[in-house]
């Protein structure tokens, strides 16, 4: 198993900017991709960003340009820098870890960006 702990959401004006972080613990080995979903009331759970094990990222295109993702694989931690955020980025941030056919989660985090 692996084990997903997130900090860093909360509150913040529009405009502003939080930093996420997701830490693994656990049967971390071969851990492949690690990324962020969010879930926003009524909504389906959605992508945000995702990093390889190598450092390559992908965005959602409602992030890109605002938010950057990064790992420090010998933390076993991914980030989230979220700069200019708005409050349609109001949501439920998940981490997300994939390890050959599995996916692990964690907790979420809640974010809520004030208008």
């Known amino acids: 198993q692996v084990q997903l702990v997130e900090s860093g959401g909360g509150l913040v004006q529009a405009g502003g900017s939080l930093r996420l972080s997701c830490a693994a613990s656990?049967?971390?080995?071969?851990?492949?991709?690690m990324g962020w979903y969010r879930q926003a009331p009524g909504k389906q759970r959605e992508l945000v960003a995702s990093?390889?094990?190598?450092?390559?990222?992908t965005y959602a295109d409602s992030v890109l340009g605002r938010f950057t993702i990064s790992r420090d694989n010998a933390k076993n931690t991914v980030y989230l820098q979220m700069n200019s955020l708005k409050p349609e980025d109001t949501a439920v941030y998940y981490c997300?870890?994939?390890?050959?056919?599995?996916?692990?989660w964690g907790q979420g985090t809640q974010v809520t960006v004030s208008s």
């Open positions: 656990g049967s971390i080995f071969s851990i492949s991709d």
């Open positions: 990093i390889t094990s190598g450092g390559s990222p």
């Open positions: 997300n870890a994939k390890r050959s056919l599995f996916d692990f």
